[in-house]
């Protein structure tokens, strides 16, 4: 197992070694997403950057049990229970049942996850399967004293936890200060206290999506379900706790206060967070007309874009970020990030094709070490492709024959390459599978090295430039010919 590795925890604001609480066992949460539209961008960063975690751990020898969460009950617009349910309002909006379009947009998450070639997680719990669970963790809440029932909804009672626990624990924000900037409770409003949340929600006459409870029928409120759902499967404390920065001050703030006020225990040991997305420098958001989704950044069909990016291509250029980084979208990054990954794949190609020397002029392992060491750094894969650009550097020196390589450093360039471009960052040719095409390149080759054999120069030639304008270079050796994508 990897005892080097050291994470940021942003429960304590540092970076700390990472030593499981269970070893060589790992349990992660990770917050999925509320599948009443499409994902958006900034959901596809968070997941696959635990995916590269998840991926890396278990590369460092952890036996991971990754849970991922999909919401599909108890949203409401608003974070502070306000507003109408997100799945009604998409519903009555798409003429469907509620249910339908959970379904339609949970299909959707795990076909762009795919498009992504990241890892699905041990388990993907859902809200509307856990409403037992929920009810449960209420009812513990009340009976510890931190819950209150009025005319059927269920409050937390954040001043009463807060004397006894540290509310604001994972913001480092002032409790007082949010107060001040919290408005005045209206006379209409059940809560006690202006920073009192729902725990559980009575259904109005027109609501769709309804459970019976021992407060009356009703829905849980958002929070409670990681609460819940946590627990079951990784118990009342586990490793690492996951999500987007924008979670952090609500969400998961509340997520710690309810497990505390259930079981007594912090939940998590290590809170981790991933950065925004801005577009050309501005923050990314549907109100500000610069948000775009997946699909619409693979087709190129977004006024912002020039054309459309591969998803490959999309997520190579996600990982040249540090996670904790903000990313910035812009036509110009995406284009460098393209040119990088056809670099790094064409590389790839010919690593099969090189040959070994009795004599090598170059060391793989510093490689090797360095590649681990930036990892071992909080996930740091940038660091990592400055090294995977080293080694595919190595690899057309030698393939030129401008360099000398031995069986033993070839193999250990080899797992390299394996290792971290394929296991760790789960990245892929997306030109590989095309069977199709190998198979006709070889064939064009064949009728090639045929008319040369024949003196016909001529055909040869037009053969090598046609495949040029396509983006096909043929190189030549004594051992044959050879193709890459230029």
């Given at each position: 197992m990897n005892n080097g590795l050291q994470l940021y925890n942003t429960l304590t604001r540092k970076k700390e070694i990472f030593e499981p609480l269970n070893a060589p066992h790992v349990g992660m949460y990770v917050c999925g997403p509320t599948v009443y539209s499409d994902v958006h961008l900034g959901n596809c960063r968070t997941f696959i950057s635990f995916d590269l975690i998840f991926r890396y751990l278990k590369y460092s020898g952890y036996k991971v049990r990754y849970v991922r969460n999909i919401t599909d009950a108890g949203h409401l617009e608003g974070d502070r229970d306000e507003g109408d349910d997100k799945f009604a309002k998409r519903a009555k909006l798409e003429q469907l049942e509620p249910m339908e379009i959970v379904q339609k947009y949970t299909l959707g998450f795990h076909d762009v996850l795919r498009m992504f070639n990241t890892l699905p997680p041990s388990i993907e719990p859902t809200a509307t399967g856990h409403i037992t669970e929920q009810i449960e963790?209420?009812?513990?809440?009340?009976?510890n004293g931190y819950g209150y029932e009025v005319n059927g909804t269920v409050y937390f009672d954040v001043e009463k936890y807060s004397a006894k626990y540290n509310y604001t624990i994972l913001t480092n924000r002032n409790l007082e200060d949010m107060l001040a900037n919290t408005r005045e409770l209206g006379g209409q409003d059940d809560k006690k206290g202006r920073l009192d949340f729902a725990l559980w929600i009575k259904a109005k006459p027109e609501t769709l999506m309804r459970w019976p409870s021992p407060w009356g029928e009703g829905f849980p409120g958002w929070h409670i379900e990681c609460s819940a759902m946590s627990a079951k499967y990784l118990g009342e404390e586990f490793d690492i706790h996951g999500g987007g920065m924008d979670l952090a001050a609500t969400h998961h703030t509340?997520?710690?206060?309810?497990s505390e006020a259930c079981s007594h225990k912090q939940p998590a040991k290590y809170w981790m967070h991933t950065n925004m997305l801005t577009v050309n420098g501005t923050r990314m958001s549907k109100s500000a007309g610069n948000g775009f989704l997946p699909g619409e950044l693979?087709?190129?069909?977004?006024?912002?874009l020039e054309r459309g990016f591969s998803p490959m291509t999309v997520k190579f250029f996600m990982l040249?970020?540090?996670?904790r980084s903000t990313l910035d979208f812009s036509n110009e990054a995406l284009d460098a990030s393209e040119k990088g990954f056809r670099r790094l794949m064409n590389a790839l190609s010919l690593l099969d094709k090189l040959s070994s020397s009795t004599e090598s002029d170059f060391e793989i392992d510093p490689i090797i070490k360095n590649c681990?060491?930036?990892?071992?750094?909080d996930f740091n894969s940038p660091v990592v492709i400055a090294e995977l650009f080293e080694a595919t550097r190595i690899i057309n020196i030698v393939y030129d024959g401008k360099g000398k390589i031995?069986?033993?450093?070839?193999?250990?360039?080899?797992?390299?390459?394996?290792?971290?471009?394929?296991?760790?960052?789960?990245?892929?040719?997306?030109d590989s599978s095309?069977?199709?095409?190998?198979?006709?390149?070889?064939?064009?080759?064949?009728?090639r090295k045929a008319a040369k054999e024949n003196k016909d120069y001529a055909t040869s030639d037009k053969i090598r430039l046609g495949l040029q304008s396509m983006g096909i270079q043929l190189k030549d050796s004594k051992d044959g010919t050879t193709w890459t994508k230029a």
């Open positions: 963790m209420i009812k513990e809440i009340i009976a509340n997520e710690i206060a309810q693979f087709t190129g069909d977004h006024p912002l040249q970020a540090h996670y681990v060491k930036a990892m071992n750094d031995s069986e033993i450093e070839l193999d250990k360039l080899k797992k390299l390459m394996n290792d971290f471009v394929f296991d760790i960052f789960g990245l892929k040719d997306e095309n069977i199709e095409l190998n198979a006709v390149l070889d064939m064009v080759i064949d009728i």
